[in-house]
């Protein structure tokens, strides 16, 4: 629920009342119309907001918003998941600047949110094992409105300050 609120607030737009009901599915109410779904609500919330998506982007986007939802939690819970949940994600980063290519989308700062906790918790030698997670984090905090609720995290390892340096 808290990236729900944190991508509407980056997006400037009114989530609603966010909750789950009694199938344990987001839900919120957008437009006098029930949204249920996490990627399906960050995806509402950013064309409510007028944030101009390709097909291409939204299709990959809900992608990335579903792999989160689904394996997010599981990932928080478990440390060796979390681990291999990550390791995905910068397999996919490896090619690109952001999740859907190289351009910044919607899926990217509701990704943010939600992988701050496994990120926060990685020490320095991990950063440089998930290097390009950390690049894309750095990409990601150096946007406006982002890290409005929680400081940026402290990614400052020597190959990252290299690959992406600090942003003016």
Same mark, same amino acid.
């Given at each position: 629920?808290?990236?729900?609120?944190?991508?509407?607030?980056?997006?400037?737009?009114?989530?609603?009342? @966010?909750?789950?009901?009694?199938?344990?599915?987001? +839900?919120?109410?957008?437009?006098?119309?029930? @949204?249920?779904?996490?990627?399906?609500? @960050?995806?509402?919330?950013?064309?409510?907001?007028?944030?101009?998506?390709?097909?291409?982007?939204?299709?990959?986007?809900?992608?990335?918003?579903?792999?989160?939802?689904? %394996?997010?939690?599981?990932?928080? &819970?478990?440390?060796?998941?979390?681990?291999?949940?990550?390791?995905?994600? !910068?397999?996919?980063?490896?090619?690109?600047? %952001?999740? +859907?290519?190289?351009?910044? +989308?919607?899926?990217?700062?509701?990704?943010?949110?939600?992988? %701050?906790?496994?990120?926060?918790?990685?020490? @320095?030698?991990?950063?440089?094992?998930?290097?390009?997670?950390?690049?894309?984090?750095?990409?990601?905090?150096?946007?406006?409105?982002?890290?409005? !609720?929680?400081?940026?995290?402290?990614?400052?390892?020597?190959?990252?300050?290299?690959? &992406?340096?600090?942003?003016?």
């Amino acid at each position: 629920m808290d990236v729900i609120k944190s991508v509407g607030k980056y997006l400037n737009t009114p989530v609603g009342t @966010v909750c789950y009901n009694t199938d344990k599915v987001l +839900t919120t109410v957008l437009d006098k119309e029930n @949204v249920e779904g996490f990627a399906s609500i @960050v995806l509402r919330l950013a064309a409510k907001s007028g944030t101009p998506m390709s097909q291409e982007q939204i299709l990959l986007s809900y992608q990335w918003l579903e792999h989160i939802a689904m %394996y997010g939690n599981q990932a928080l &819970a478990n440390p060796t998941f979390a681990k291999n949940f990550l390791q995905g994600i !910068n397999k996919a980063l490896a090619k690109n600047t %952001y999740l +859907t290519g190289q351009a910044l +989308t919607v899926a990217d700062i509701a990704a943010y949110h939600a992988l %701050y906790p496994l990120i926060e918790r990685l020490s @320095v030698l991990e950063q440089e094992l998930f290097m390009n997670v950390c690049r894309w984090s750095k990409h990601i905090q150096a946007q406006p409105r982002v890290c409005t !609720n929680r400081p940026p995290l402290p990614l400052n390892t020597l190959t990252l300050s290299i690959l &992406a340096p600090a942003v003016h």
